[in-house]
């Protein structure tokens, strides 16, 4: 298994053989605003450039798209992708966003397992920030909350587990329980909008703290890092809790896991 962290959420997963892009959002450095009722919604984002070519980064085998949030997705990726390329998505409404958008052969990742290529995908569960309180927001805006996570197995590779878009929460938990997987993948940067006294939209210092002392066996990758405008976390907080299974790639940096 190879891990490629590209920027932010996007990341290019080797896996059987296989190469799936994730979160493809490819961007140039500022070229969109920071968005309303958030932290930092001065701030343009992505904040820093990808860090190798457009075109290297879509020379994968298939695209998951854990949500259709503008941080995830864009319009470059759109342009930049093949049309048949196969594309998992968490539900029927993602389903439709994508096939507006020109793609043949979108599929929905089952919780009960999707195949692929002798492996075997699960969608798993995300509390995309308290539920409670930030899906009425998103709703009231006109933006969908749910993501997805993804489990990754095969008789070849370690059990991968993306977390995706969500706070440590009982969701998570649950699946780490479910799939004991042996990597996983965080998104940590602690994205914060404006609701009470300020509402994460994914995992922060103490989700990290969390979920590295529930799953002490897992390497754990913390990824979505210094790049959108509404982080309250850095690569750098992280690196500082001096975390044992904690590992915080560089974007282009290629971390690799055998059997």
């Known amino acids: 298994m190879k891990i490629h962290q ?3 959420a996007t990341i290019i997963i080797t896996y059987n053989d296989k190469r799936f892009l994730i979160d493809p959002w490819l961007m140039p450095a500022g070229f ?5 009722g958030a932290m930092n919604s001065n701030v343009k984002q992505p904040r820093v450039e990808l860090p190798i070519s457009a075109d290297k980064i879509v020379d994968v085998d298939a695209v998951i798209l854990t949500h259709f949030h503008p941080d995830h997705f864009d319009e470059f990726a759109v342009k930049a992708l093949d049309k048949n390329i196969p594309f998992f998505v968490q539900n029927e409404t993602d389903l439709n966003i994508i096939k507006n958008f020109g793609f043949k052969d979108i599929r929905i990742i089952s919780e009960n397992g999707t195949d692929f290529e002798g492996i075997k995908l699960y969608k798993t569960q ?3 920030g308290r539920r409670e309180v930030v899906k009425p927001m998103c709703e009231q805006i006109g933006m969908p909350y749910d993501a997805m996570g993804i489990v990754f197995k095969a ?10 878009d969500t706070i440590w929460c009982k969701e998570v938990s649950t699946a780490i329980d479910k799939f004991n997987p042996e990597i996983i993948i965080i998104n940590a940067c ?3 909008v404006l609701v009470g006294e300020g509402e994460r939209l994914i995992m922060d210092v103490a989700d990290v703290k969390a979920i590295s002392d529930y799953a002490k066996s897992a390497k754990i990758i913390a990824s979505h890092m210094d790049t959108v405008s509404h982080l309250t976390v850095t690569r750098e907080d992280i690196k500082n809790l001096n975390l044992d299974n904690i590992i915080v790639p560089d974007d282009d940096e290629i971390l690799k896991f055998n059997k």
């Open 155 to 164: 008789n070849t590779e370690k059990t991968l587990y993306i977390a995706g």
């Open 190 to 192: 602690g994205a914060t």
């Open 126 to 128: 995300c509390q995309h």
């Open 6 to 8: 590209i920027r932010n």
């Open 32 to 36: 969109m605003p920071g968005f309303e």
